[in-house]
């Protein structure tokens, strides 16, 4: 589902080879993710991205599987922000300080025009996710998210099942998608009655049909605009 951009929302692009180097030079590892002021290369395990709202609820807007980075906005910019990066699995991370991620980038040229690209799409990620939980139903939002994710892994197979590569559950999903629990396990149940869904152990497998209907504005708009 895109409704805007060229990348899919909530979940994170994986980065660049010549990006993922400069950690496998430059970085060590570490277990349960990194600390404020370094930067961090996932490489097992999974972590969300979410903010803290003005009740003091915690709002997940972006999912970091392995091969995604966390910390490289404000190590590059020295801002400050207001997002939490948490894992919700057993991690690693190949991380290293703000300032030494920093200097490798903006010595190189290259790699700097290669940040800038890549830090784009995430954030085209971003602002689909927001899209997609103010504009859809549902429904079509858990078909959404279980299509970016499917998608981050291998190309969706539109005449066969697809097992989800990411077992999240649906305290999970939920506070992706902004919906309950209760409401999550309700729809898988219908998909499951109506042969769109199946379970393989604790992983859920949703068959192509069940996108059939998904909106790509691509598919639509033959000719992209300018912003």
């Known amino acids: 589902m895109r409704q805007v951009f060229l990348n899919r929302p909530w979940v994170h692009p ?29 490489t097992r395990g999974l972590a969300f991205f979410s903010f803290p709202d003005n009740e003091d609820k915690d709002r997940v807007f972006a999912i970091i599987p392995p091969k995604r980075v966390v910390g490289d906005l404000d190590a590059i910019t020295e801002f400050r922000i207001n997002v939490i990066a ?8 190949l991380t290293m300080t703000s300032t030494a991620y920093r200097q490798v980038i903006m010595k190189s040229p290259e790699l700097l025009c290669l940040y800038a690209k890549n830090s784009i799409r995430k954030e085209e990620t971003h602002m689909e996710g927001l899209m997609a939980n103010f504009t859809l139903p549902l429904e079509a939002r ?9 998608n981050a892994y291998y190309p969706l197979k539109k005449d066969d099942w697809n097992p989800c590569p990411l077992m999240l559950t649906t305290f999970e999903i939920a506070d992706v998608i902004s919906s309950n629990r209760s409401t999550i396990s309700t729809i898988y149940n219908q998909w499951m009655a109506s042969g769109l869904a199946k379970k393989d152990g604790r992983r859920m497998v949703v068959h192509g049909k069940l996108f059939e209907t998904e909106y790509d504005w691509r598919q639509y708009v033959t000719k992209a605009r300018s912003a």
Do not use: D, M
């Open 14 to 42: 994986e980065e660049p080879g010549p990006l993922i180097e400069i950690f496998k030079k430059h970085g060590y590892l570490f277990n349960h993710g990194g600390s404020s002021g370094e930067v961090s290369l996932v």
């Open 86 to 93: 948490s894992t919700v699995r057993p991690t690693e991370v």
């Open 142 to 150: 858990l078909i959404a998210l279980l299509s970016a994710i499917i």
